[in-house]
């Protein structure tokens, strides 16, 4: 696996391509493979000159383990992932995912950098163009495409992130709430070393103190208590403030690679699409990362329209396939943001809200509330498929002991 920097500007002429996707993270990579494994020709634009390298999030959960390997993709993480957890979590509260019906029964600890490096070299292996250092800033939509930057498209999917230009242009509402919570992460080195296992967060004390070994001598860093509510989201982080965070647990702060802070902010697009205009990811759905599932929903999104408009740009399905994008995808993520919202009232540091989570504990459907952290719990799934046979992007019919399946490209009967 390589981690090139792919960078085309003026190597590539591209004339009209049939998709320009907005923004080369997770989401708009995982995207622009998926189209290219379609058959479509695909641009991204990304704003950033370069990719940062940085991390937020750093876990695989089950189903995207599934799609990354329906594509042939997780191999290559596997081998180079730190972690594999049999468990999630909810609010701190630890699921079993041993037991789940999936061939990946675990959770993938790997660095969100290093999944974002495949993808990239797996759509520019298909013929996808990334240009960095171009933003979209500005388009123009009408009934038979969108013109972004002078490029013609017949669509325009705005993969760009939770402060997206696309959804804003495309006057596309984001109803919900602002952050109530506001946390740190920091990616450091420790003098003194630390912990060699990951471990789930929980609350602690007066907030929450999480601390992951990433490989190389670098921790991560989650930390909530009264000193990061008392700051604001864009307030720079002193080292002081994680040399004190990490003090609750014995550790010392040897040096700091980057830090952020980060919210609880919980909002959804009213809508997926605008006439030619798509939204997916972050542009479509923020929320609190507890229980580790942004990334995961945008990957799947990514999946989900990717071999919807291949299909409509073959020419094989009518273009109201589409449509049923959002009808797809808009629940699954209203089900995250209110598991997520729910998680935030289950982890505030108070005596009575810990005897509340531990009431939930006792009496949640432990199984259930694991399948929906894995992201099993939606989709009509064929038991026992092979994943290997969707290597390809395409529908297939399967036998079954009960006569013939139809299957689709993402692995679900349909
Ligand atoms: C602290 C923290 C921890 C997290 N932990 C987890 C976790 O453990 N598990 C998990 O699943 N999720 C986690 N998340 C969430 C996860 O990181 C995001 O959901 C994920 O990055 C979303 O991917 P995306 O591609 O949709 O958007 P982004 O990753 O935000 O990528 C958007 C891209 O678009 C580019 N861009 C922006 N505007 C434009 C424009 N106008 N034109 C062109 N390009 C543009 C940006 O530069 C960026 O590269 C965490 C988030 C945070 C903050």
């Known amino acids: 696996m390589t981690t090139a920097q792919p960078d085309m500007r003026g190597s590539a002429r591209i004339n009209n391509p049939d998709v320009i996707i907005a923004g080369a993270g997770p989401t708009g990579l995982m995207l622009a493979g998926e189209l290219a494994l379609g058959g479509a020709q695909v641009v ?27 594509r042939g993709l997780l191999d290559d993480l596997l081998a180079i992932a730190p972690a594999r957890l049999p468990r999630g979590h ?14 990946y029964p675990y959770q993938v600890g790997i660095p969100q950098a290093r999944v974002e490096e495949r993808l990239a070299e797996w759509s520019l292996s298909l013929g996808a163009k990334i240009l960095y250092g171009v933003g979209v800033d500005a388009f123009t939509e009408d009934n038979s495409g969108v013109t972004v930057n002078g490029m ?98 014995g550790l ?12 609880d902010a919980s909002r959804q697009a009213a809508r997926y699409r605008a006439g030619n205009v798509f939204l997916a990811g972050d542009a479509a759905h923020i929320h609190s990362p507890a229980g580790g599932q942004g990334l995961n929903l945008g990957l799947q999104d990514a999946f989900t329209l990717g071999w919807k408009m291949a299909e409509v740009l073959r020419g094989e399905s009518p273009s109201s396939l589409l449509d049923t994008y959002e009808s797809e995808r808009h629940p699954v993520a209203a089900r995250v943001l209110q598991s997520t919202r729910a ?6 540091p108070d005596e009575d809200v810990t005897a509340l ?27 026992g498929l092979d994943l290997a ?12 002991p009960d006569g013939p399946v139809d299957v689709r490209p993402d692995g679900f009967i349909g």
């Open 44 to 70: 991204v634009l990304e704003r950033l000159e370069a990719r940062t390298g940085q991390s937020k999030a750093l876990n695989l959960q089950p189903r995207s383990a599934e799609v990354l390997a329906a």
């Open 90 to 103: 909810f609010a701190g509260i630890h699921l079993d995912y041993s037991q789940l019906p999936t061939p």
């Open 152 to 249: 013609r498209a017949r669509f325009l999917v705005g993969c760009d992130g939770a402060r997206s230009t696309v959804r804003r242009q495309s006057g596309i509402d984001f109803p919900g709430r602002d952050g109530r919570l506001c946390a740190l992460v920091a990616d450091v080195t420790l003098a003194g070393g630390g912990p060699s296992e990951w471990t789930l967060p929980a609350p602690k004390g007066d907030g929450l103190l999480t601390v992951l070994p990433l490989g190389e001598g670098v921790f991560r860093v989650l930390a909530a208590g009264p000193a990061q509510m008392a700051a604001g989201r864009d307030d720079p982080v002193p080292d002081s403030e994680i040399t004190e965070a990490l003090g609750r647990d």
């Open 252 to 263: 010392a702060l040897d040096q700091v690679r980057w830090a952020s802070r980060f919210t």
């Open 357 to 383: 989570r531990e009431v939930f504990a006792e009496l949640a459907d432990s199984h259930a509330l694991a399948m929906r952290m894995a992201g099993l719990d939606y989709g009509r799934r064929l038991p």
């Open 389 to 400: 046979l969707l290597r390809d992007g395409r529908r297939h019919v399967v036998d079954t």
């Open 343 to 348: 998680q935030g009232v289950l982890m505030v």
